[in-house]
């Protein structure tokens, strides 16, 4: 077989419109329909009141977080597989994202978090890095696939149980219901404050991760040829780890733990590109906010009595790509 | 002119000693072949040889040790191909060489003309032009091991250590491959090579090294190493040795009787 990649300007430009028209639709189309003439009117400062609060303090912030949470978890899938070198991994699989959450839900649930604004994104990011340490340490450096999943579901289930363990002894009447939102995720009722505790985390953590992408690369060749090509492995990792820690932690602080957008997207991606981990990374980020915020206005517009939680939604887009992966190992397909 | 020098270079793994106070110098325009059997230490030599794994004594590359040297620097210094044929994504072949242009380029920098250049001498040099937009996966293990070996010989380093660049080739393509390594070495290159064939050896090495538990039992001319004893005390077998002539070959008789072996 062979293979010609479309150009990489062409996909990310794609990418970007595709991002950019999703996100119009999520300021569109709400329980609450609002015309393009009253919305236009409000962005640009007419006087409606309430056209100008469902998109200020409602459907802006939550597009926004929308797209920086889909990003930092597109990307951060896309770089762990090429790390690991298995295209199973991703933030949630490996239990990063129920770490983090556990590390947001401790600091809520303790009250932690209303000593300072940055206790909550701190302790998610802290429970995140330990995690990622805990799987490095379980897996050990074996790289079979089947280890690496195993020891990603005994840290997500660890961390899952923690939350709930945290939410049963907490003194709240809605304990059950805020334990689906953090273990399944959802963007509901978040404002501009949710955002500006996200968006620095995702920013640091994006940089960190997106600077990997020729490591990434030589890891192909396996670790010993990326050494003798030039790669620190030790400062790499680090930069892995505190890069996935910090930006997915900063995500799942405000969002709860939305699974599989991390697997789903540079699985899509990959076909569109030369397969080197290097030519995912950007894509995924790009193609991960347009996929959570599609995802979230699907949420919002499935008329559901209680709303959808954002992870259901995206579970139920990860199973076929679990079952792509099922097949092809069992040679179906 | 490239140099490399091993000075009392010992590696343990574990608890046990792999390589032990091997000493040996190398030199620009060579071809050294590193023989001997299974287990004796030849690839955690050669990984030693680019720090790729925590050894005692020193190895200097140009009188620096290669310990001490940023990665990056000694990457375009000396290539090496790994044993095995790891490729973990279905890249094409032609981004698979390219690979070998990673140490060249700065930071946030793309591909530029003279590394395109390199690349297409290194598949050109592997027979490889017709398979450039094929996934490398999917090769045949002699056509991926010539795209592998192509990888190393795009980094364009003055020296190239290969483990076991013939494993898995036919003979045609040994023949092409230490022809490569050969010429590689008399355009000035400082090339090492692990090697199983012995025949091979003799026929393209200026010198080989025998390795057998961890240490050197013979170094020096094919003619002087690879004699009926020693192949009878380190591989503990019987062989008929013709290195006169413009053929060399060795052929392998039998195992020898156990009291010979050692």
Not at chain 2, 111 to 124: G, H, K, L, N, Q
Not at chain 2, 202 to 213: H, K, N, P, Q, W
Not at chain 2, 236 to 260: F, H, K
Request: proline share 6%; with cysteine.
């Amino acid at each position: 077989m062979t293979r010609h990649a479309p150009p990489r300007w062409l996909l990310i430009a794609s990418l970007a419109a595709l991002a950019l028209a999703v996100a119009l639709a999520s300021l569109l189309f709400g329980p609450v329909d609002l015309s393009v003439g009253r919305l236009l009117a409000a962005a640009t400062g007419a006087d409606d009141r309430v056209a100008s609060i469902i998109l200020f303090e409602l459907r802006l912030p939550r597009t926004l977080l929308g797209l920086a949470v889909g990003a930092i978890l597109g990307l951060a899938g896309a770089v762990l597989q090429g790390y690991l070198r298995n295209p199973l991994a991703e933030p949630s699989v490996l239990g990063t994202s129920n770490a983090a959450a556990l590390g947001a839900v401790a600091a809520l649930y303790f009250g932690l978090a209303q000593l300072h604004p940055a206790v909550l994104p701190l302790l998610a990011t802290g429970s995140a890095l330990v995690s990622l340490a805990l799987l490095f340490a379980l897996a050990g450096r074996a790289e079979s696939p089947l280890t690496l999943i195993l020891a990603g579901l005994a840290v997500a289930t660890l961390a899952g149980a923690g939350i709930s363990l945290a939410l049963n002894m907490s003194p709240n009447p809605f304990a059950a219901m805020e334990i689906m939102t953090w273990l399944l995720g959802s963007l509901e009722n978040r404002s501009f404050a949710h955002l500006w505790i996200a968006l620095p985390c995702i920013a640091l953590g994006g940089l960190l991760l997106l600077w990997n992408g020729r490591s990434l690369d030589a890891l192909t060749l396996g670790e010993d040829a990326a050494q003798a090509l030039g790669v620190d492995l030790a400062r790499m990792r680090l930069r892995l780890l505190i890069g996935t820690a910090i930006g997915v932690g900063g995500a799942v602080a405000v969002s709860g733990a939305i699974g599989f957008v991390g697997l789903i997207v540079p699985h899509l991606i990959r076909p569109f590109t030369d397969r080197s981990p290097s030519a995912i990374l950007l894509p995924s980020a790009i193609g991960g906010a347009a996929l959570l915020t599609l995802a979230d206005l699907g949420v919002r517009i499935i008329p559901t009595t209680n709303e959808l939680k954002l992870g259901v939604v995206t579970a139920f887009l990860g199973v076929p790509v679990f079952l792509v992966h099922l097949m092809r190992e069992r040679r179906l397909w | 002119m490239v140099r490399l020098v091993l000075d009392r270079i010992g590696v343990t793994l574990g608890r046990r000693a792999v390589v032990r106070d091997i000493g040996a110098t190398f030199a620009a325009g060579s071809l050294t072949g590193i023989v001997g059997p299974n287990g004796a230490g030849k690839s955690t030599l050669a990984r030693a040889m680019l720090a790729l794994v925590p050894a005692t004594g020193a190895v200097c590359l140009d009188g620096q040790d290669v310990s001490a040297l940023p990665r990056a620097d000694l990457a375009r210094r000396i290539a090496y191909l790994p044993q095995g044929q790891t490729l973990h994504w279905p890249l094409t072949v032609e981004r698979l060489v390219g690979l070998g242009r990673l140490p060249h380029l700065a930071p946030m920098s793309r591909i530029a003309p003279a590394d395109a250049e390199a690349i297409e001498r290194a598949m050109a040099r592997a027979d490889l032009l017709d398979l450039r937009h094929r996934i490398a996966t999917e090769l045949s293990g002699g056509e991926r091991a010539r795209a592998l070996f192509a990888r190393a010989l795009a980094v364009e380093a003055p020296a190239l250590i290969a483990d076991e660049p013939l494993a898995s080739l036919d003979p045609g393509h040994q023949i092409d491959v230490m022809a490569l390594m050969r010429a590689e070495a008399d355009a000035g290159a400082l090339v090492i090579a692990v090697l199983h064939d012995l025949t091979m050896a003799a026929r393209y090495c200026d010198r080989l090294l025998l390795i057998d538990g961890g240490t050197v039992a013979a170094d020096g001319a094919p003619a002087a190493v690879l004699t009926p004893d020693h192949l009878r005390a380190v591989y503990g077998i019987e062989a008929e040795v013709r290195l006169d002539g413009a053929w060399p070959t060795i052929t392998t008789l039998g195992r020898s009787p156990a009291q010979y072996r050692t």
